[in-house]
């Protein structure tokens, strides 16, 4: 989708995992790497010189990404084998997890929402107002904030919601966060929030306001804390995947969705 810490990580142990099966088994694979630059228009012209290119397989990094090539091999039925998409089923990508149905299935870095607010009460038990930053235009994130808002409800806690589609907006909406004086700040697995983090950490480190988020590449940038999946692994499992189906013949439509169900926490032990 674009260019950050997460999806790079991705992309290099998907790479580095092709580069290791080609190895072993004395063939050769050829993949090229795009970026979308966050700009949908650009995702677009990539999936359509990638089908025009006739590849065996499209590995989409992240749900936006994922969803326009659904939609570009719709007809020619492209093997798709997404990564680092957390609600495949929500965002129409399959019809299930264990059964996708299409052409298409992948690997979940769907997060343990319960636990990062586990981790908040943890460290502040007396945390009465949480802020949610995220981007209300991503699918991962909006599912992963209801969660959250369920939490909250359950714990009798109050929050507020502040959003933004660009980084400049984030950093709006970051400032409201502190001007609202809520006790931590939660952001799921946001890859606007991700690419605005290195513009926000100050403004909740100087306002002494925890930022938990749902990556190490949050917390590698600023943020407090990261707990989710670990990328390298879920890259290369994405590999194994894609080789499994271009190898042995192995069938989308059947191939159980991925969820890796060992988390990782990073601490930034400076903020």
Known sequence: QMDHASLDEIANAVEEELDTIAAKNGVTIEYE???????????NQIGTQVVSEDVDVIIPIATPAAMIMQNATEDNQIPVVFSA???????????????????ITGTSDAIDVAQIMDFILAADPDAA????LYDKSQDSSTSAIQAAKDYCDEHGISYVEKTGTTTGEIQAAA????????????????NTVMTAELAIFEKFADAGIPHYTSADSFALNGAFLGYGV?????????ADMVADILANGADPATTPVETLDSGIVTVNTEI
């Open 230 to 238: 670990n990328y390298e692994t879920l890259g290369t499992k994405t």
């Open 33 to 43: 790497t795009y970026s979308g630059q966050g700009d949908q228009s650009v995702l």
């Open 129 to 132: 107002k949480i802020g949610f």
């Open 85 to 103: 998409v957390s609600d495949p089923v929500g965002a129409g990508l399959v019809a299930s997890a264990d059964a996708p149905g299409a052409n």
């Open 175 to 190: 400032d409201s966060l502190v001007a609202e004086k809520v006790d931590a700040i939660f952001t799921p697995q946001d």
